[in-house]
């Protein structure tokens, strides 16, 4: 079910209106500068990763209707910082222009996945989303907060007041869990 704040950005998306851009900074913007920072490492960049994010979501928006706005944009933001973390190691290995060429034409380029890759990656993430349900509350939030926002694990402890040692190694028995899951599921 979508959320009323939601549906009232979704409808300033579909209306081409301006303040879809702004109510979503309001709403989501610091939890996607979050995210973008955290893999970037820097409040510079991960202000550009936001500002590419929603204009991706304005070129988008209609046609796409996603069923979970904020989830949609985190996966925008992540998409931009790692491609533009990808891009910045490119270019100190001597990659030049090529790779900032070919993110700016990502946006208007049709995936190169196939409808049976695209199928795959649908049951894949449905497949994680029920195994993340069954989890108890706080070890469904300390691997989002890894494995999708992409926080430290020093942060997390912190934040949950355990050890570094018992977030990791509560990480990896879900990590494991995981793959077993997946495995019966027939996805790996």
């Not at 879809?20 to 409040?43: F, K, M, T, W």
């Not at 590419?52 to 996966?75: E, G």
């Amino acid at each position: 079910m979508i959320a009323t704040d939601d549906k009232r950005i979704l409808l300033l998306f579909e209306y081409r209106d301006e303040q879809a851009l702004r109510e979503s900074d309001r709403q989501y913007g610091a939890l996607c500068r979050s995210v973008a920072r955290n893999i970037l490492g820097s409040n510079e960049d991960a202000e550009e990763c936001v500002s590419d994010a929603l204009l991706s979501a304005w070129n988008a928006i209609p046609p796409a209707k996603p069923d979970n706005f904020c989830a949609y944009l985190l996966r925008l933001v992540r998409n931009h910082a790692f491609n533009r973390r990808q891009a910045e190691r490119t270019a100190k290995r001597g990659g030049g222009q090529l790779p900032a060429a070919l993110d700016e034409l990502s946006e208007c380029i049709a995936s190169p996945e196939n409808v049976e890759q695209t199928l795959d990656r649908k049951a894949l993430l449905e497949a994680i989303t029920r195994f993340l349900e069954k989890l108890p509350a706080v070890q469904r939030q300390m691997f989002v907060r890894r494995y999708f926002h992409t926080e430290s694990v020093t942060k997390i402890a912190a934040d949950f007041d355990t050890t570094e040692n018992n977030v990791s190694v509560m990480l990896h028995r879900i990590r494991k869990k995981l793959h077993t899951y997946l495995e019966k599921e027939g996805l790996l």
